[in-house]
């Protein structure tokens, strides 16, 4: 399974941007897919998941009311939108799928090359 994550970019803080990530492979309704991000110096820690059969969707509490994750199922790509993004948004954002609910990086199988979101103040 591959993942390409791609819609990253430098943006101003109040900005908006657009992530996707393509599976390479179906992916079925007990999958999870999740968004990571990981900026210099700190872990790599859960911003917003959706399991894919019932669209039900997870969030970080620094992203809620911000943030909307989506699934597109005929395009096997799961969607992050971002708005109001803020400096401490910087980081290098990775989607990832796996086969249960989870909020750690061990939850996840496989992973995307990421790609990195910069937002200036």
């Known amino acids: 399974v591959q993942l390409q994550a791609s819609g990253g970019g430098l943006v101003q803080a109040g900005d908006s941007l657009r992530l996707s990530c393509v599976a390479s492979t179906r992916t079925f309704s007990s999958h999870f897919m999740g968004w990571f991000r990981q900026a210099p110096g700190k872990e790599r820690g859960f911003v917003s998941g959706i399991r894919w059969g019932s669209g039900r969707t997870y969030y970080a509490d620094s992203v809620k009311g911000r943030f909307t994750i989506s699934r597109d199922n005929a395009k096997n790509t799961v969607y992050l939108q971002m708005n109001s993004l803020k400096p401490e948004d910087t980081a290098v954002y990775y989607c990832?799928?796996?086969?249960?609910?989870?909020?750690?990086?061990?939850?996840?199988?496989?992973w995307g090359q990421g790609t990195q979101v910069t937002v200036s103040s």
């Open positions: 990832a799928r796996g086969r249960n609910l989870g909020t750690g990086v061990d939850d996840y199988d496989y």
